[in-house]
T-cell receptor, first 112, second 116 residues
Framework: DGGITQSPKYLFRKEGQNVTLSCEQN?????MYWYRQDPGQGLRLIYY???????QKGDIAEGYSVSREKKESFPLTVTSAQKNPTAFYLC???????????FGPGTRLTVT | AQSVTQLDSQVPVFEEAPVELRCNYS??????LFWYVQYPNQGLQLLLK??????LVKGINGFEAEFNKSQTSFHLRKPSVHISDTAEYFC??????????????FGKGTTLSVSS
């Protein structure tokens, strides 16, 4: 089955540690996205990539980094510079821009 | 810049009642419009989309939405809801001409709570 996988589902880290969230898609989509979701705030765009080896900052990129070395993969690193990293993180992909996006199941990150 | 307003943050309804979730967007340029549903601790699932053509769009699970260009609205409706429709619903918009931007702008969501 085609789709987007995110791992792990739940992630716990200590403050000051960097952590990498995985996102893989087998839909052959060119564009991939990372969103952060907090209660009552909807989805906020962190980074997006329209093509391999290229990515752009979204609305809340500070404290995050990404790479896009393969079409199928778009990992997100939450660095220790992110002041409030505890949140639900969603990865998405789309065949083109603009177009509907397809979402993974999400990773809930808790930093204490 | 484009923005999306979902007018109700919470909508409580009884089972088998009709429901309307309201969505307005800010810019009257040509747009694509979407509704997504999110169940607790899951990703978003596409309910329906408007790209062009008929202004009445039918989606999955018995939902439909009507695109109203003059009112810049895209309200979601269902004639009879079930307990299983309890979830959060997101409206999203994209400018058709936006080839290098972020593609989708999301509203803050509406929580639909269906009780018996």
């Amino acid at each position: 089955d085609g789709g987007i996988t995110q791992s792990p589902k739940y992630l716990f880290r200590k403050e000051g540690q960097n952590v990498t969230l995985s996102c893989e898609q087998n839909l052959n989509h060119d564009a991939m996205y990372w969103y952060r979701q907090d209660p009552g705030q909807g989805l906020r765009l962190i980074y997006y990539s329209q093509i391999v080896n290229d990515f752009q900052k979204g609305d809340i990129a500070e404290g995050y980094s990404v790479s896009r070395e393969k079409k199928e993969s778009f990992p997100l690193t939450v660095t220790s510079a992110q002041k409030n990293p505890t949140a639900f993180y969603l990865c998405a992909s789309s065949i083109a821009v603009p177009s509907e996006q397809y979402f993974g199941p999400g990773t809930r990150l808790t930093v204490t | 810049a484009q923005s999306v307003t979902q007018l109700d943050s919470q909508v409580p309804v009884f089972e088998e009642a009709p429901v309307e979730l309201r969505c307005n967007y800010s810019s009257s340029v040509s747009v694509y419009l979407f509704w997504y549903v999110q169940y607790p601790n899951q990703g978003l699932q596409l309910l329906l989309k408007y790209l062009s053509g008929s202004t009445l769009v039918k989606g999955i699970n018995g939902f439909e939405a009507e695109f109203n260009k003059s009112q810049t609205s895209f309200h979601l409706r269902k004639p009879s809801v079930h307990i299983s429709d309890t979830a959060e619903y997101f409206c999203a918009v994209s400018d058709v001409a936006n080839q290098a931007g972020t593609a989708l702008i999301f509203g803050k969501g509406t929580t639909l709570s269906v009780s018996s």
